[in-house]
């Protein structure tokens, strides 16, 4: 029985070691930062400082929040269109990174062992080189005489991308939601191929064996098995691809121009433009919470789906 009770406190211990760890990084680096940015947000500023929201005087606490930023931001549409042209592109990034990332991640999931590792590390490669960098190479690319720039002009297809509202003028790239898009798809593409890879790579292939004695075609096979097994690694690299676009600020400022404004560009204002910290904070808490809020209620409901279907 002691053995037994020894063994239960060492159990328990060590599960406690484990989920607290975690916690504790997210009360350090999330929760805390959170907390101290949205008390900017509910302080007044000053000249060149903001007020703190809590005083002690002649022995008097005074608590004085602020909440006209918020009122501020409901009101102003530029703050909302902001929002608005922020959540799109990013979403038209997601979305065109899962269409060229999945078949990049099937593809190496299906390739031999022995070159895994080789097309893994090619997927890699462009992290090795600076990020500002890449993004700077795309600026000489698509400008006038990059080689990008004369091929899409070459064959004509300036003409397209204007006809679809990507580009204001054609022959005209840079500094358009076209430049953008193009920029944050390269740049984030790679987020989206590792968890897809990792998932696909973890898929039992005796189900399509399966599939194909029972009569199922290839192209059925991969859409009743293959992607529904794959859903996990799809909502992993969306997100990851997703959320850090929403807040983007230097492909934005590199590559594109006044018609794709996004958050990012205006929390940088807000902070180092017009000085105003707790107006800069109020922007920064609200995109966060437009991220934060829809995950949780599809997490709930993910999870919700999960418990039924066991």
């Not at 406690?16 to 805390?32: Q, W």
């Not at 999945?102 to 590390?121: C, E, H, N």
């Not at 929390?267 to 109020?282: K, M, Q, V």
């Amino acid at each position: 029985m002691a053995a037994l009770q020894t063994l239960r406190q060492r159990w328990f211990s060590g599960r406690v070691a484990v989920i607290a760890l975690p916690m504790l990084f997210l009360l350090i680096f999330f929760a805390l930062p959170f907390f101290i940015v949205g008390k900017i947000s509910l302080s007044e500023m000053e000249t060149v400082t903001f007020k703190d929201v809590l005083t002690w005087q002649d022995g008097v606490l005074t608590l004085a929040l602020k909440f006209g930023n918020y009122a501020f931001i409901a009101q102003d549409p530029l703050y909302f269109s902001t929002y608005l042209s922020s959540v799109r592109y990013a979403a038209a990034t997601t979305v065109l990174c899962l269409l060229i990332g999945y078949p990049f991640a099937y593809f190496m999931a299906r390739a031999r062992p022995s070159i895994q590792p080789t097309l893994l590390m090619l997927v890699m490669l462009p992290f090795w080189t600076s990020f500002l960098l890449r993004v700077y190479a795309w600026r000489g690319l698509l400008s006038e005489g990059g080689w990008v720039e004369q091929v899409i002009v070459g064959l004509g297809l300036d003409h397209v991308l204007y006809a679809l509202g990507l580009i204001g003028t054609p022959g005209q790239l840079m500094h358009t939601p076209f430049s953008l898009v193009l920029g944050m798809t390269y740049t984030y593409l790679p987020f989206m191929i590792l968890p897809l890879y990792a998932n696909l790579a973890k898929m039992d292939v005796r189900l399509l064996e399966a599939a194909a004695d029972l009569g199922a075609t290839a192209w059925v096979a991969f859409w009743k098995i293959t992607v529904p097994l794959s859903k996990a690694g799809i909502i992993a690299g969306s997100m990851l691809v997703f959320i850090p676009c929403v807040g983007e600020f230097v492909i934005p400022e590199l590559l594109g121009g006044p018609e794709t404004l996004m958050i990012g560009r205006v929390i940088w204002d807000e902070f180092f433009s017009n000085n105003d910290w707790p107006l800069a904070s109020t922007v920064a808490i609200v995109m966060v919470l437009l991220i934060i809020v829809p995950l949780a209620v599809f997490n709930k409901y993910q999870a919700e789906a999960q418990e039924k279907g066991r």
